[in-house]
């Protein structure tokens, strides 16, 4: 079973619109991250989250905001979305001590195509 | 800012062939190094890591040594299969880059019968 799920796997969104893309890990992991692929940029960091806290934002755009309702859970909601934006977005997450250095485990990804 | 190079974009060898997969870093400090794999439709899966000089890192026939003098990080398998077929990232993590993972472009390694 995938310990960390991402939903949906596909999706299509219109210009100017708004989607949130769930993320939920079951690794008992305390620190959350998502990233993005496309074919400029493969594998960007986007933002990481501690105790639902945030620790780093590497997003220049206030259009990306992820939401945390609980500690398992690494939502991101993205806004006036723009063809820019069709990537694909992972979710990952990791123990974190406090000290650095540790391994990050993926989710599958979502597939996000904006026309 | 910290950064990740891989040589090869691509690569493509036949079943028994060597691999090897350049990468070096340029990082302050002594970041931790790592390899990820990643087949189409998945998203990246942790292969090893390292986090000292000289250390090396192991699994599923791939090895990578850490280098600190060089810098670099190299992914080695002395066999390839088909299996291997995948787009492999080296990535590092360290404490000038707020312990995020920075990874490098990614190399496609094709394995051919």
């Known amino acids: 079973d995938p310990k960390i799920i991402q939903k949906p796997k596909y999706l299509v969104a219109v210009t100017g619109s708004e989607k949130i893309l769930i993320c939920e890990q079951y690794?008992?992991?305390?620190?959350m991250y998502w990233y993005r692929q496309s074919a400029k940029k493969p594998l960007e960091f986007m933002f990481s989250?501690?105790?639902?806290?945030?620790?780093d934002n590497q997003t220049a755009s206030s259009r990306f905001q992820p939401q945390s309702s609980k500690k398992n859970h690494l939502d991101l909601q993205i806004t006036a979305l723009k063809p820019d934006d069709s990537a694909t977005y992972f979710c990952?997450?990791?123990?974190?001590?406090?000290?650095?250095?540790?391994?990050?485990?993926f989710g599958s990804g979502t597939r996000l195509t904006v026309l | 800012g910290d950064s990740v190079t891989q040589t090869e974009g691509q690569v493509a060898l036949s079943e028994e062939d060597f691999l090897t997969i350049h990468c070096n870093y340029s990082?302050?400090?002594?970041?931790?190094l790592f390899w990820y794999v990643q087949y189409p439709g998945e998203g990246p899966q942790f292969l090893f890591r390292?986090?000292?000089?000289?250390e090396k890192g192991s699994s599923r026939g791939f090895e990578a040594t850490y280098n600190k003098e060089a810098t670099s990080f190299h992914l080695q398998k002395a066999s390839v299969q088909e299996s291997d077929s995948a787009v492999y990232y080296c990535?590092?993590?360290?404490?000038?880059?707020?312990?995020?993972?920075?990874f490098g472009q990614g190399t496609i390694l094709k394995v051919y019968l």
């Open positions: 990952a997450s990791s123990h974190w001590g406090g000290k650095g250095a540790e391994t990050l485990y």
């Open positions: 690794l008992g992991h305390n620190a």
């Open positions: 989250y501690s105790y639902q806290k945030l620790m």
């Open positions: 990082a302050s400090g002594y970041p931790a």
């Open positions: 390292a986090s000292r000089d000289k």
């Open positions: 990535a590092l993590s360290a404490t000038s880059s707020g312990q995020k993972l920075v």
